[in-house]
Every structure is written in C-alpha cells, then in structure tokens.
C-alpha cells in the first residue's frame, strides 16, 4: 500500500484530492521498482508512482539527478526526445523519503499510451532498434554523457563479469564445478572477447562514451494510442554511459534467438535471421553518422559481447551456488548458461558465414 504521508505530500505537490484518488498497482509496471497509477476522480489526471528498489538501486539520488538531466535536455532541445514531466516535491526535488526512508517518485502518465511485451514481427524489431539509436542520437550532441551517475555501476562491464567468473571458478564446489561439464573452458577458450572490451576502455577517441539505454526492449518503449506510433522510451532508470555496444547488443540477446533464456531444450536453437537483420540494419544505419570508423567495423560484435557477457554470468551465479538470479529449479542458472552458449556459437557461425566475421 501507499503511505498516507507519501500521498500528502503528492496532494501538495500536484494539487489533487487525496478523497478523490484511486490507485492501483501495475502489474506490468516493471520488474524492479514497485509502481501504481494514480488517478484522480473517474476521469481525472493521473501520474505514475513508484516506489524504488533501493536494493537494486542502491543510490536514488543518482537516478533523480539522472532524470532531472535528462528532462531539463528534452525542454532545452524539444523535439529531440520525450520524457514524461516528473512531479516536483518540496524544495523542487523529485523525490520524496517516507518515514521508513522508502524514496518514492511520480511522474505524468501519458494519456492513451501502450506498451507491448514482445517483439513478434520484423517490423517491430525494426521499430525497437531505430527508437533506441533515435535515443543514443539525440543525446550525443549538446549533452555530457558523464555527467550521468552510474546507477548499476560496471554493468556492461565485461571485464569486471570475468573476473567474478574466473572468482566463481575458484571458489565453485567440486559437484557444481562437475556439473558444468566444458563449459568453464569454452568461456575460457573466448576470453578473446574480454581483450576486444578492453580496447573500448584504452582507446577513448576510438569508443567514447554514449548515453545508452541499457536495457533496450519493447516493453520499454511507450507507443501512442491514437496512431500507433512511438512515442519515446521510458523506464530510464538504466539510462547512464557506456560503449556503443551494449543496447544493439542487448536487442540481438534477447530478440535474436528463436529461444528465450529460459528454454533448456536447446538443441533447436537457431539465429532468427530476418530479425537479427533488422536489428542491426536499422541501429547502424541511424547511428552510422555518429559512430566512429572502429565502431562501423564492430557493429556485428555487439551481440557477441552480450551474449558471452550473460552466458558468463550466468555460470558463474551457478558456481556460486545461485545467489543472485532468482531460480525456479535446481540447474536452472546452469541450463540458462547453456543457453546463452548454445545461442553464442549459432551466432558466431552465422556471423562468420554471413559476413566472414569473427572476434
């Protein structure tokens, strides 16, 4: 439920009725923070409140300076992108701290919106790839990348994930060490890839910093409801810097495969080809006048990186006895590794066939 304080003080700051306010939780409304709408009378105005996660988002401070940039850009340069209005608390700040010290904020609830959970067409994918190289566009020119706070720090930091697993390896049980089979040893085997991440770091001219997404999906991506058209991303909590790679890279994870993460009979895993096109086609072509020549070269890398990212995490979450992906079976972070590795190599076959690339 909502605490009566944390709606005074939304009564204050948006001049609503606290008697005339009906809120229901979102069961859609993201997998982390916990959100409702909120609205006022049977057709009144209505916001989105959330309540943050503060054990996955450790700082909310961050993530409210990150939005208040973000916003103050979209004012400055209108047209760019669209952010919805946040709602303003006492000594203008955007968040409010309940006496159990819960950070909640709020926000406009675009009217007549939708979302949708999966991708189900090439078009869409087309549509996904395009609204998040829009994004990472509008925001290379006039805007700072680094002045937006880490909010998962060291995310997409491939060479951080390594060494946890090389950690994990370390300190494995010998059962669960025997249980992964070769596995440990074709991560190791690639551990090319992690020089490749490296690159990014040691060669600034050649892979600067960009404001991404970091978690690029459609569910994230609000269409209007009148035409059907985007009308921008949101959950903008992940939004901090990082490498050209990671939301092509992310797109090509999750939507690339004919198998989602969590299938464990993986044999009829196969690289959807018409969707992995259109994902990377249409990014490039949007980003193609901002990137630089090395990252022209690279763009088949980013699904790579990804997916051996992931593939390593979650073998190493199995070696260290499941604590950090919630599982619904015994093995299921070892069958999700599986995965990942089963839908690498398909995509390291069809990278090299198709365009005679390799890392």
């Not at 700051?13 to 959100?35: D, M, V, Y």
């Not at 074709?186 to 890839?193: A, F, P, W």
């Not at 409801?225 to 903008?236: A, C, F, Q, R, Y």
Request: hydrophobic share 40%; proline share 4%; glycine share 6%.
């Amino acid at each position: 439920m909502v605490p009566d304080e944390v709606l005074t003080a939304l009564s204050v700051a948006t001049g609503f009725q606290k008697g005339q306010l009906n809120i229901a939780p979102l069961a859609k409304g993201g997998l982390i923070n916990h959100s409702f709408k909120m609205t006022e009378g049977s057709n009144g105005r209505s916001w989105l409140l959330q309540k943050i996660n503060t054990g996955i988002f450790k700082e909310p401070m961050d993530l409210s300076a990150n939005y208040q940039a973000l916003y103050e850009f979209s004012k400055q340069w209108p047209g760019r992108i669209r952010i919805p209005l946040p709602v303003f608390f006492e000594k203008d700040q955007l968040l409010f701290f309940d006496n159990n010290r819960n950070a909640w904020r709020a926000m406009e609830w675009i009217q007549g919106s939708y979302t949708i959970e999966k991708v189900e067409s090439k078009e869409q994918a087309a549509e996904v790839a395009r609204t998040f190289a829009l994004f990472t566009l509008a925001l290379s020119k006039d805007f700072n990348a680094e002045k937006l706070m880490p909010a998962l720090p060291h995310f997409h930091d491939l060479s951080l994930r390594y060494q946890q697993f090389e950690e994990a390896l370390t300190n494995s049980t010998a059962e669960r060490l025997q249980l992964a089979g070769s596995l440990p040893l074709e991560m190791i085997s690639r551990k090319t890839y992690c020089r490749l991440f490296e690159r990014f770091k040691n060669e600034p001219a050649n892979f600067p910093l960009r404001v991404m997404h970091h978690d690029a999906k459609i569910a994230n991506i609000l269409f209007e409801g009148s035409t059907g058209k985007v009308w921008g991303p949101i959950d903008l909590d992940t939004v901090m810097p990082g490498y050209f790679f990671s939301d092509l890279g992310d797109m090509i994870r999750s939507l690339a495969g004919s198998l989602d993460e969590n299938a464990s009979e993986i044999s009829s895993m196969r690289i959807r080809e018409d969707i992995y096109e259109e994902l990377a086609g249409n990014y490039s072509s949007v980003m193609e006048i901002e990137w630089t020549s090395e990252e022209k070269k690279l763009t088949h890398a980013s699904g790579l990186i990804l997916v051996y990212m992931q593939t390593l995490r979650f073998l190493a979450d199995h070696l260290n006895g499941d604590i950090y992906y919630k599982i619904n079976y015994t093995g299921q972070n070892l069958d999700r590794a599986k995965n990942q590795f089963r839908l690498l190599t398909c995509l390291e076959e069809y990278l090299r066939e198709k365009y005679a690339f390799s890392v």
